[in-house]
């Protein structure tokens, strides 16, 4: 780390070929490091080395994952409206009227775990950076978190220092945060995962390469100074399953490699980008983020005229001491770099100085085909910028079927104890809204900022979080994500195609298109062939899953090693769905606020316990098979809940999944205020804590009944009548009737009880 | 001729979109003004909208007073100008000392964003003399520090001049002492006021209407209506 002269450089590597290098300790395998020596045919200097374990780490290569990602691209439905796809830092959708969307999710998990406030604030922080470095301005973001036991000790550290994390950062940004899920297992007790998705927004032509073209123009870094924080985020936290559980020093040790944010500097980078782009002065670029400046300039190059000469010592460092292989390390935050025409640095330079930004050229594009950095004159990097940001390992790990895939889905779950009585039945669906998985999630988006900029039509607790787009015509994006990693364990591929279904579904219910998929796929050790196994079977329910709905992928992300120890989480895909919606005045909210509209279930009930809410709450079950998977079933549901949102037949619309029925009319009755008197048609225990897809439950608006049976009956859809709104409490006829105050009791009770 | 109101943006400011939308939509001319300017472009009011000025790492508002258009707003101020802070603006004009009082962290030590219930108390100030003394009205509350505070001697003196304009009504969501959402100068010409009424101009975006009137009052004010 020493940051004065008298590196190891490139003529030194020559020179010295058999001296030892601790290409271990920076997560490289053996045979790994050998791939460098050959592509670079001598050792690499301490600089290279830094360069290719950052970029070859799992986190940076997709080297475990990127065999099984192809399929993506390969099976993806033929679209139209994607304008940039899988490879770009985020994809980019086409909604219209001239404008462009590009969202995507990525996970910020294993730091969130060291350093819950820092861990999450920087998630924000990275992922806004992607969609910013697309030429978009970010618009809003959304989180999915998951966690251990509600009431663990551990919990109650990491789950407030997240969500506390999160809207320090968010807020600060001035970003409305629309959405997400919060949810609990043991299983993620000592691998929380904080996923945090953002959306942007362009004019079409306003898209942004990340390829460093034309020799003699400049390379620009600008933003905040690099420091020590965040060396071997990517190739030592992030690619690598913490130590024992109890073993607390395997947690200190990698605390340094979590990164700190700084909000404030995010949004001057935001106004200072957008505004850089709205003069025509960047030619190309890119965020830093994983892997900090070895990730940016061999990808830029890479991608472009193919060289780059680099002058590390003139990175503006916050820490004198710091050497070139720990500035190449450094995952500092709010960072980008940018390529400039010479003659457009000025204006640049000028744009930056408005907002209080640091800019500094630090180097130009060649066309040598190499990558050259030297530290004050002396060349310490000299390689093919590829060999690194494209070239780096694939690994085609073996996978094999869980020994107990076979014991856990004969653990059916049709066997469980269950009420059969009016009393019975209430108790059930008060314990079921008061499961910390189910309850009233307003501890934690409370602290969150939904209404900044005025766009937010609908946030959390919706089913999915739109925002306007264009204050004219009224258009808008709906966005949702998903996830299940009870559904995902018993059968990973059905389980997968459950949470696009679910988050497909809950853009629908916005009466929004759905359009485009984006994925972050939470796994255990790729080491393992169970996990394995698990993954091979999410991404391909993932793709065919896609195919059948006509939503193509656009990006994503991998998070490997959940794990702790040789206990691995739920494999747990979390799948986000953008739509459009036409006329966000047309959306539909979740909330019973007609009085008097008829209720009506959406969709076919069949006796499916197998990782439901109910058994796992009421019984700590989890086995069996998940609700059947009908796709078709899906996008009929779907085109009739977006005719009737267009035809304004419906006053609410809501999907049932998680906890079933007695869910959803929860949900319903307290967002809107009202009760509502249901008759139910069979068994009333599957009626109400069934988990079947492809259902939603809707008011629809007086006088429009018979036009919305039609359009049910025009698309197949089976549409029960169940009863109608109104009155002060949840009425179930022949079996009970549950105050609307005692309900909101039992479902915004725990979360305050249990986190202050 | 629509009257002209300044909207500031410091860097870190994130609802200067929003009060130029509320102004719009009452019906004035939203003009930006940037915090580096000395110049207030002769605007006929000003809006200092929420968000974290610079950063506000140190005491909100803090380092947001010493910015070169303060230099030029706070005399205008003192003579006269209507002025609205809203959150962090509230906190900078506290900070300036163009109102009583300061804002600090909330008494559950976590940034709050709810709804909230806010009662008039004051509809003789230029941007609430379009409310009834007494009104309830809706509108998102989104702060860390924003728990009103003042010595005993100040908070008895603003009760008795009437410079409380609103309070919050039931539930105390941050710990601000006697309910005081928002305050006034002594003439009532200045006004700030801890939830965001730019965030509740329309039903579609926002939980009501009903923070329009403030924007409405001004204009009318500005009109001679």
Redesign the interface.
């Known amino acids: 780390m020493n940051g004065g002269p008298g590196q190891d450089t490139v003529a030194a590597a020559a020179a010295t070929p058999q001296r030892p290098q601790p290409y271990a300790e920076l997560g490289l395998t053996a045979a790994e490091y050998n791939q460098i020596r050959r592509v670079l045919d001598r050792r690499p200097t301490d600089a290279e080395l830094a360069i290719y374990a950052g970029m070859w780490s799992e986190h940076c290569s997709y080297k475990s994952s990127k065999v099984h990602l192809r399929q993506f691209a390969e099976k993806a439905p033929k679209s139209a409206a994607l304008l940039a796809g899988i490879g770009q830092q985020a994809g980019v959708v086409d909604i219209g009227q001239g404008y462009a969307v590009t969202f995507k999710i990525e996970s910020h998990n294993h730091p969130s775990y060291v350093e819950p406030h820092q861990g999450a604030a920087t998630g924000i922080g990275g992922i806004v950076r992607d969609i910013l470095a697309m030429g978009a301005r970010p618009v809003a973001v959304m989180d999915a978190l998951r966690f251990g036991p509600a009431d663990a000790a551990d919990t109650r550290r990491v789950l407030p220092g997240v969500v506390?994390g999160i809207?320090?950062y968010g807020?600060?940004l001035?970003l409305p945060n629309i959405g997400g899920e919060l949810a609990f297992d043991p299983c993620y007790a000592g691998n929380p995962l904080v996923n945090a998705l953002c959306v942007g927004v362009m004019r079409h032509g306003d898209l942004k390469d990340a390829a460093a073209t034309g020799p003699g123009n400049q390379v620009v870094l600008f933003g905040a100074r690099t420091g020590p924080d965040g060396i071997g985020g990517a190739s030592v936290l992030a690619s690598a399953s913490f130590g024992n559980q109890n073993g607390a020093d395997g947690e200190s040790a990698k605390r340094p490699s979590v990164q700190v944010g700084?909000?404030?500097?995010e949004?001057?980078l935001v106004?200072c980008c957008l505004e850089l782009y709205a003069g025509g002065l960047v030619t190309a670029i890119q965020d830093l983020g994983a892997a900090g400046i070895s990730c940016a300039t061999t990808e830029l190059a890479a991608a472009g005229t193919g060289g780059m000469n680099v002058r590390l010592d003139a990175v503006p460092v916050r820490d004198a001491s710091l050497g070139p292989a720990a500035i190449l390390a450094s995952e500092s935050q709010e960072r980008m770099m940018a390529v400039v025409e010479p003659g457009h640095l000025a204006g640049f330079q000028a744009v930056c100085a408005k907002?209080?930004v640091q800019a500094t050229a630090i180097g130009e594009v060649t066309d040598t085909g190499r990558l050259r950095m030297t530290w004050h004159g002396e060349l310490i990097v000299e390689m093919p910028p590829g060999s690194a940001a494209d070239d780096g390992p694939v690994c085609h790990r073996p996978s094999a079927r869980p020994a107990g895939q076979d014991a856990l889905a004969a653990a059916d779950p049709d066997r469980l104890a269950r009420p059969a009585d009016g009393p019975g039945l209430r108790a059930a669906l008060l314990d079921l809204v008061a499961w910390p998985d189910l309850a009233d999630k307003t501890w934690a988006?409370?602290?969150?900022?939904?209404?900044?900029?005025?766009?937010?039509?609908l946030a959390m607790p919706e089913d999915a979080g739109l925002l306007?787009i264009d204050e004219q015509s009224g258009l808008g994006v709906a966005l949702a994500t998903d996830g299940n990693g009870r559904y995902c364990l018993l059968n990973p591929y059905a389980g997968t195609q459950l949470a696009l279904a679910e988050a497909y579904r809950n853009v629908a219910a916005t009466g929004a298109v759905p359009l485009a998929v984006t994925n972050c796929l939470n796994f255990g050790s790729p080491e393992d062939p169970a996990v394995m196994w698990q993954f091979e079977q999410a991404t391909a329910g993932l793709a065919d899953g896609c195919a059948a709905l006509g939503v193509p992928v656009t990006g994503g992300n991998v998070s490997f090693y959940n794990q702790t120890g040789g206990a691995a989480i739920h494999p747990t895909p979390v799948v986000g769905v953008l739509g459009v919606h036409q006329d966000?005045?047309r959306r539909l909210s979740v909330g019973f606020g007609t009085d008097g509209a008829r209720i009506v279930l959406l969709g076919r009930t069949g006796l499916e316990l197998g990782g439901s809410a109910w058994a796992r709450a009421a019984h700590g079950h989890l086995g069996g098979r998940p609700p059947r998977v009908d796709l078709e079933a899906e996008r009929a549901l779907a085109a009739v809940l977006i005719a009737a949102a267009a035809g304004g037949l419906l006053a609410a619309a809501h999907d049932v999944s998680d906890g079933g029925l007695a869910v959803a009319l929860t949900e319903s009755c307290l967002r809107g205020g009202l009760g509502c008197q249901v008759a139910l048609p069979g068994d009333p225990f599957t009626c109400l804590f069934s988990e079947s897809a492809a259902r939603a439950v809707v008011a629809v608006q007086p006088g429009a009944e018979a036009a919305f049976a039609a359009l049910a009956a025009e698309h197949g859809v089976p549409a029960e009548p169940l009863g109608r709104v109104g009155g002060a409490s949840l009425a179930v006829d022949g079996c009970f009737e549950i105050p609307l105050d005692e309900l909101a009791a039992a479902h915004a009770g725990p979360l305050p009880a249990l986190f202050g | 001729m629509r009257a002209r109101v300044g909207v500031i943006t410091f860097p870190g400011s994130l609802d200067d979109i929003d009060a130029a939308r509320a102004v719009t939509r009452a019906g004035g001319e939203p003009v930006p003004i940037w915090h580096g300017q000395r110049d207030l472009l002769g605007v006929d009011a000003m809006i200092l909208p929420g968000g974290f000025s610079y950063g506000d790492y140190l005491r909100c508002g803090a380092i947001a007073r010493f910015a070169p258009v303060m230099s030029a707003l706070m005399p205008a101020a003192r003579a006269g100008l209507p002025v609205l802070g809203i959150c962090n603006g509230f906190q900078i004009l506290c900070e300036a000392h163009l109102l009583p009082g300061a804002l600090t962290r909330n008494a559950g030590l976590r940034f709050v964003r709810r709804d909230v219930r806010l009662r008039i108390e004051n509809t003789r100030t230029p941007w609430t003399r379009g409310y009834a003394t007494g009104q309830e009205i809706v509108v998102p509350l989104k702060s860390g520090e924003g728990a009103y505070v003042a010595g005993p001697a100040t908070l008895a003196e603003i009760e008795k001049a009437g410079q409380v304009i609103a309070r919050y009504a039931g539930i105390i969501p941050n710990g601000s002492a006697a309910g005081v959402a928002g305050v006034c100068n002594e003439s009532g010409s200045v006004v700030g006021l801890m939830p965001h009424p730019e965030h509740a101009v329309d039903e579609l975006t926002g939980p009501s209407g009903d923070g329009l009137g403030f924007f409405e009052s001004v204009l009318s004010v500005l009109a001679g209506t």
Do not use: I
């Open positions: 506390g809207s320090f807020n600060c001035g700084d909000p404030f500097m949004k001057l106004e907002w209080g988006t409370e602290q969150y900022d939904c209404y900044v900029r005025g766009n937010t039509v306007r966000v005045r």
